[in-house]
């Protein structure tokens, strides 16, 4: 029988272009089939004014080359897309990637070929791949999600997606453009957008809690100080739960969380953490993550400070999050978002009292007013964990689909294996750290670990893996249990990590919160009982 490669990975983010390189170094043929024009992931699609990252660059690159890391030079505290991008490039030029790469070629569906243990990959191109193994660098935040109003197809104006961002540019000078969606990337968005539109309009559903980045230049000396140390500076990002030491620069990290508990703070104290720590007041106690009244006490801190900042009180009280509470959502980093409100030419609909009620051609009307635009941005989030592997005709053994068996919520050993899948890995998947460690930093070690199971298959002569039930089930167990009594999983909360922004998505918190560490020592742990959890063949 013929292969196209020993392993197909879809997908040339981050995670594939790793795997690539890690999976060629061990002598296999890798072939890695992406969808779109160009590598980089999110880094490629996520293409639209402000978009940024918001882990310190330093610490959002790999570590496995210590020569990368001394030759690459980062100019931001925090990078921007089209610096990562460049970074993911390079990548791509520096270690030969592109040659086994084929681009414009999305993965549509993958039948699992039980008589040769081998899967079949079908692409949009028309053309089919064979290989023994599978890896899923489908990404954690790449299949976006998009609303549908009506009347959006009779708008006569442009609509762009963030997380879809053309690549040629897109006319918005001059512009009444209007913005949906407030979380990470309209946040980011909003303030660039604001600098260059006529008139910018808001619509916001749920307000977000976001800080600012303080992002600045890197100082060839601090640039060369963290490189002097970056071996310590990794070990530290390997050992530290989210894969971030936090010590390269970004301000928000600084804040120490210490002993104090706000419930037994004095009202002098909690205007003294504002006067010193302005947003990340609400940041530094010890009793916010566990305990709802001290939540809701550090909520009013940050309330505070958008009260001082946006000059309109009415303007400013829609700002206000309210209804969940701190930490169930990822933070927002942002560059002047609450200032921009206090622009004439910047507005805000608040969704909650004024609810959108159809596209038009010439503008959104809403419940109580019709607004004028030329432009529409998306900044309306993805289906995020799963959507990209459920968006792909995954069929496993007995011509089971991977949708129909996640319809409940999806359910993986350690993130990396599905029962029903055989020979299948996922990269960053639920059940892993995922969202919740920086990816650079998790994919070395989890691909790493991956790459290494293959090695042991392909040299044990075994041609089919796939997770044990039982093993699945205990994981999932697991996974739910350290999640619960957290601000992830609190009842008010509705966050895209427990599906929640995608309707009829079931409500499952979907990475694992145990922490980058914990998650390793387990996979180390199986791997050195011989794959326990795993049956091979
Ligand atoms: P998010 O964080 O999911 O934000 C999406 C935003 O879009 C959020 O404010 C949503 O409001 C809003 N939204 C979604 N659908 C609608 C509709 N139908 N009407 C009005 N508003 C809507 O996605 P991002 O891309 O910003 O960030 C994702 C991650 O990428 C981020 O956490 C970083 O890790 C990078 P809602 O909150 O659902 O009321």
Same mark, same amino acid.
């Given at each position: 029988m013929l292969l196209d490669a020993d392993v197909v990975v879809v997908g040339a983010g981050m995670c594939g272009l790793y795997a690539l390189k890690v999976l060629r170094d061990q002598g296999l043929r890798v072939l890695v089939l992406e969808?779109?024009?160009?590598?980089?992931g999110t880094w490629f699609w996520n293409?639209?004014?402000?978009?940024?990252?918001? #882990?310190p660059s330093m610490e959002y690159s790999?570590?496995?080359?210590p020569e990368l890391e001394q030759d690459w030079e980062w100019t931001e505290h925090f990078a921007s897309q089209p610096e990562i991008e460049r970074y993911l490039n390079h990548l791509a030029d520096r270690y030969d990637l592109r040659r086994d790469i084929r681009l414009s070629?999305?993965?549509?569906a993958m039948t699992f070929d039980e008589d040769t243990d081998t899967w079949v990959f079908d692409t949009e191109t028309g053309e089919q791949f064979r290989a023994r193994f599978a890896v899923m660098? !489908?990404?954690?935040?790449?299949?976006p999600y998009r609303p549908a109003w009506?009347?959006?197809?009779?708008?006569?104006g442009r609509i762009v997606q963030t997380s879809l961002w053309p690549e040629e540019p897109v006319e918005l000078e001059g512009k009444r453009i209007g913005i949906v969606g407030t979380g990470s990337s309209g946040v980011q968005a909003i303030p660039e957008l604001a600098k260059v539109a006529d008139h910018l309009t808001v619509f916001q559903r749920t307000a977000a809690f976001t800080w600012p980045s303080q992002n600045q230049p890197l100082s060839d000396d601090a640039q060369a100080a963290i490189k002097a140390r970056y071996r310590e500076l990794r070990a530290e990002q390997y050992a530290s739960f989210t894969g971030?030491?936090? !010590?390269?620069?970004?301000v928000i990290f600084a804040v120490p969380t210490d002993d104090r508990r706000i419930l037994d703070s004095t009202h002098e104290e909690r205007v003294d953490a504002i006067e010193e720590h302005?947003?990340?007041?609400?940041? #530094?106690?010890?009793?916010t993550a566990t305990d709802l009244d001290a939540n809701a006490m550090a909520v009013e801190l940050f309330h505070e400070m958008v009260r001082r900042t946006v000059k309109d009180p009415e303007v400013a009280d829609s700002l206000l999050p309210r209804g969940y509470p701190l930490g169930c959502k990822r933070p927002v980093l942002d560059a002047g978002y609450f200032e921009t409100?206090?622009?004439?030419?910047v507005s805000l609909v608040d969704l909650r009292k004024d609810p959108i009620q159809e596209v038009t051609a010439t503008g959104i009307r809403t419940e109580h007013q019709f607004i004028e635009l030329d432009v529409l941005v998306l900044a309306t989030g993805f289906d995020a964990m799963t959507g990209a592997l459920t968006r792909i005709d995954v069929r496993g053994r007995d011509g089971r689909l991977l949708r129909d068996d996640w319809v409940g919520g999806p359910r993986t050993y350690l993130g990396i294996g599905i029962v029903g899948y055989p020979n299948m890995f996922v990269c960053v998947?639920?059940?892993?750290?995922g969202v919740l460690a920086t990816y650079p930093t998790q994919i070395e070690l989890q691909v790493g670990w991956i790459s290494e199971f293959v090695r042991y298959l392909v040299e044990h002569d075994y041609t089919r893996v796939e997770a044990d039930l039982a093993a699945q089930d205990t994981w999932g167990e697991h996974v739910n249990e350290v999640a619960r009594g957290t601000m992830f999983t609190a009842e008010s909360c509705n966050s895209w990590y427990l599906?929640?922004? #995608?309707?009829?998505?079931?409500?499952v918190f979907l990475?694992?919160?145990?922490g980058l560490p914990n998650y390793m020592a387990r996979c180390n742990e199986v791997a050195a009982q011989g794959y326990e959890g795993f049956v091979l063949s």
């Amino acid at each position: 029988m013929l292969l196209d490669a020993d392993v197909v990975v879809v997908g040339a983010g981050m995670c594939g272009l790793y795997a690539l390189k890690v999976l060629r170094d061990q002598g296999l043929r890798v072939l890695v089939l992406e969808k779109g024009s160009g590598v980089g992931g999110t880094w490629f699609w996520n293409r639209y004014p402000g978009a940024r990252c918001d #882990i310190p660059s330093m610490e959002y690159s790999f570590g496995f080359d210590p020569e990368l890391e001394q030759d690459w030079e980062w100019t931001e505290h925090f990078a921007s897309q089209p610096e990562i991008e460049r970074y993911l490039n390079h990548l791509a030029d520096r270690y030969d990637l592109r040659r086994d790469i084929r681009l414009s070629t999305g993965v549509t569906a993958m039948t699992f070929d039980e008589d040769t243990d081998t899967w079949v990959f079908d692409t949009e191109t028309g053309e089919q791949f064979r290989a023994r193994f599978a890896v899923m660098a !489908t990404g954690g935040l790449s299949a976006p999600y998009r609303p549908a109003w009506p009347g959006m197809d009779t708008f006569a104006g442009r609509i762009v997606q963030t997380s879809l961002w053309p690549e040629e540019p897109v006319e918005l000078e001059g512009k009444r453009i209007g913005i949906v969606g407030t979380g990470s990337s309209g946040v980011q968005a909003i303030p660039e957008l604001a600098k260059v539109a006529d008139h910018l309009t808001v619509f916001q559903r749920t307000a977000a809690f976001t800080w600012p980045s303080q992002n600045q230049p890197l100082s060839d000396d601090a640039q060369a100080a963290i490189k002097a140390r970056y071996r310590e500076l990794r070990a530290e990002q390997y050992a530290s739960f989210t894969g971030t030491a936090g !010590t390269t620069g970004a301000v928000i990290f600084a804040v120490p969380t210490d002993d104090r508990r706000i419930l037994d703070s004095t009202h002098e104290e909690r205007v003294d953490a504002i006067e010193e720590h302005g947003f990340s007041a609400c940041r #530094i106690w010890s009793d916010t993550a566990t305990d709802l009244d001290a939540n809701a006490m550090a909520v009013e801190l940050f309330h505070e400070m958008v009260r001082r900042t946006v000059k309109d009180p009415e303007v400013a009280d829609s700002l206000l999050p309210r209804g969940y509470p701190l930490g169930c959502k990822r933070p927002v980093l942002d560059a002047g978002y609450f200032e921009t409100f206090n622009l004439d030419h910047v507005s805000l609909v608040d969704l909650r009292k004024d609810p959108i009620q159809e596209v038009t051609a010439t503008g959104i009307r809403t419940e109580h007013q019709f607004i004028e635009l030329d432009v529409l941005v998306l900044a309306t989030g993805f289906d995020a964990m799963t959507g990209a592997l459920t968006r792909i005709d995954v069929r496993g053994r007995d011509g089971r689909l991977l949708r129909d068996d996640w319809v409940g919520g999806p359910r993986t050993y350690l993130g990396i294996g599905i029962v029903g899948y055989p020979n299948m890995f996922v990269c960053v998947g639920p059940g892993s750290p995922g969202v919740l460690a920086t990816y650079p930093t998790q994919i070395e070690l989890q691909v790493g670990w991956i790459s290494e199971f293959v090695r042991y298959l392909v040299e044990h002569d075994y041609t089919r893996v796939e997770a044990d039930l039982a093993a699945q089930d205990t994981w999932g167990e697991h996974v739910n249990e350290v999640a619960r009594g957290t601000m992830f999983t609190a009842e008010s909360c509705n966050s895209w990590y427990l599906g929640a922004n #995608i309707e009829g998505k079931p409500r499952v918190f979907l990475p694992y919160v145990g922490g980058l560490p914990n998650y390793m020592a387990r996979c180390n742990e199986v791997a050195a009982q011989g794959y326990e959890g795993f049956v091979l063949s």
